[in-house]
Every structure is written in C-alpha cells, then in structure tokens.
C-alpha cells in the first residue's frame, strides 16, 4: 500500500491527503506569493489532482482569484494558504503550499522560480537553479 501525506491547515478545520507528489517542487518568489504567504517566498509542490483530496473543512475553504487567473485556496477561519492553481499549468496538477504538509515528505524543493520579482533581501545561496519566471523561462543562474 501506498503512504499517503496528510495536511492542514493552521487551525485544525480544514485536512487533506496527498497519496503522491509530482517532481515539481520550488521556492515561488512572485509578489503574489509573497504576498499570499507573507514570506520570502512560497515553496510550493505540484500534486496530481487525482492523488489530491480534501478530508474535512471543505466548507471553510475560500478562493481567490487573482486577474491572471491564478486561484488560490485558504482557509476562512485562519487564513492558511494551502494550495494554488494556475491557467498556464496543467488542469490535473495542483501545487500545495508544502509547509502545510504534516511530517517529513518525499520530495525537496529543485528550484527557485520568478527570481526576477525576488525582494532585494533575499539570500539565495542554496545552488538550486534559479529562473526569471516559471520552469520555462530563462535560466539565471545553474
């Protein structure tokens, strides 16, 4: 049998599993996930929609869309943010904010990506590679 992943938000009400992670995993620095995080960056893991689901507190999920038609999904109660999608992505692929995963998790960050909207105080010295937007822009540093 497979292990599954569980997570939560900061509050407890709302849970899910993730049965298996995609080999995408990065730190996000655009401003909206800085925002959205209140951090440096986000680190966040794609996660097949059909290895995805939500456990308990559905009805305390919130939504945001922002005008490039990302979607991000929180928790009403202590505003968690917990997973993200993006038109420019994949439809069976969701990214879930990996801090929110309980325990240790079988994949790492192998990325840095939007680099070019990084705060100024950002230290990036881990050698992952570094891109100017998504995977599929240009490489900043190797």
């Known amino acids: 049998m497979t292990e599954s992943y569980r997570g ?3 509050c407890g009400v709302v849970k899910f ?3 298996e992670f995609l080999p995408q995993v990065a730190h996000c620095h655009c401003s909206m996930c800085r925002k959205f995080h209140g951090a440096a960056y986000a680190t966040i893991a794609g996660v097949s ?3 995805f689901r939500w456990v308990e507190g559905q009805d305390a999920l919130k939504e945001y869309t922002a005008e490039n038609g990302t979607t991000r999904t929180f928790c009403r109660h202590c505003g968690s943010s917990l997973t993200f ?3 420019r992505a994949p439809k069976e692929v969701v990214e879930v ?3 929110t995963v309980d325990g240790d998790v079988p994949v790492e960050p192998n990325a840095h990506i939007f680099v070019s909207s990084r705060a100024n ?3 990036l010295g ?3 590679p570094q891109y100017e937007a998504g995977r599929d822009s240009a490489l900043v540093k190797k």
Do not use: F, H, K, Q
């Open 126 to 128: 881990d050698g992952l």
């Open 8 to 10: 939560s938000c900061l």
């Open 49 to 51: 929609r059909s290895n």
């Open 121 to 123: 105080w950002t230290v």
């Open 97 to 99: 904010a990996l801090g």
């Open 17 to 19: 599993e993730i049965d």
């Open 85 to 87: 999608s993006s038109p």
